[in-house]
C-alpha cells in the first residue's frame, strides 16, 4: 500500500451513501479526507483548508459541481476529479472544459477510483520535480530540455550545469562553487573549464542570454526582457 499520510483529499457529494464508500475506501489507503455535502460548503472548505485533490459531483445542492469546480480551478492546480451519474459526452466535456482532470461515472468500483486518484498525484509529482525559468524548462528524469518550443541537446555536464543553475535561480555562483559541484572537490583540471562550459550553453540557448556574468563573482540565472 502507498504511503499517503498527509495528503488531504476533499470529497464534495450530497449521496451519503457514496459519501461513506469513498470515504472509507480513502482513509484505508491513509488518505486525510473532508466531506461537503453541498457545492457552497465544498468551497468554503476548499479556500480554508489545503487540499491535495478534490473529487466533486455535477448534481450538488447550493452550487453545482460545474460552477464548483470552475471556482476552483481559477484559484488552484490542484487535481480535480468528477464523479457523476451524467454519463452523456456532452456532459463528459462540459466537465474537462471546466478545468476537471478526469471523469468518472456511476456507478464505479473504489478499487478504480483509487487508481485514478494515484494516477494524478503520480502526474502532479512528477510535474513538481520539473525546473522551469522564464522560457526555459528542464526534466531531470527524462534530461528533456526546452527553450520555449525548441529542444536543447545538452551533454551530460550541460545537463548537470544548468540543472545546477536552475536549482538556485537569481543566485550568484561562483567559479569554486560550480567547480566542487559539477567536477568535484578534488578536480585538479584548468578552472577555465567552467568559462567553457558556460560558453557552450549560452550558444545552445540562444537570446537573449540567461545566464549572465557577475564579474570578479561568478555567473547567475537572471530573467531577461524578451
Known amino acids: 500500500m502507498k504511503d499517503n499520510s498527509g495528503l488531504n483529499i476533499l470529497l464534495v457529494e450530497d449521496d ?10 480513502l482513509r484505508y489507503e491513509h488518505f486525510n479526507v473532508t466531506t461537503a455535502s453541498d457545492g457552497l460548503l465544498g468551497l468554503q472548505y476548499f479556500e480554508e483548508q489545503n487540499h491535495d485533490l478534490v473529487i466533486l459531483d455535477l448534481n450538488l445542492p447550493g452550487m453545482d459541481g460545474i460552477k464548483l469546480c470552475r471556482m476552483i480551478r481559477a484559484r488552484s492546480d490542484v487535481p480535480i476529479i468528477i464523479i457523476t451519474a451524467r454519463d452523456a459526452v456532452e456532459d463528459r466535456v462540459l466537465g474537462l472544459e471546466s478545468g476537471a482532470d478526469d471523469y468518472v461515472v456511476k456507478p464505479f468500483h473504489i478499487d478504480e477510483l483509487v487508481a485514478r486518484i494515484h494516477a494524478r498525484l503520480r502526474r502532479l509529482q512528477a510535474e513538481d520535480n520539473s525546473l522551469s525559468f522564464q522560457n526555459l524548462s528542464l526534466d ?22 544548468l540543472t545546477y543553475l536552475m536549482r538556485h535561480p537569481h543566485q550568484v555562483l561562483s567559479k569554486e562553487q560550480i567547480l566542487e559541484e559539477i567536477w568535484g ?16 550553453l549560452r550558444q545552445k ?5 540567461l545566464i549572465q556574468t557577475i564579474r570578479g563573482a561568478g555567473y547567475v540565472l537572471r530573467e531577461v526582457q524578451e
Open 16 to 25: 451519503a451513501a457514496i459519501v461513506t464508500l469513498v470515504s472509507l475506501g
Open 140 to 161: 531531470p528524469e527524462t534530461h528533456l530540455v526546452f527553450r520555449g518550443r525548441r529542444s536543447m541537446e545538452l551533454t551530460s555536464t550541460e545537463f548537470k550545469l
Open 185 to 200: 572537490y578534488d578536480f585538479l583540471g584548468d578552472a577555465n573549464i567552467v568559462e567553457q562550459y558556460i560558453r557552450s
Open 205 to 209: 540557448m540562444g537570446q537573449p542570454q
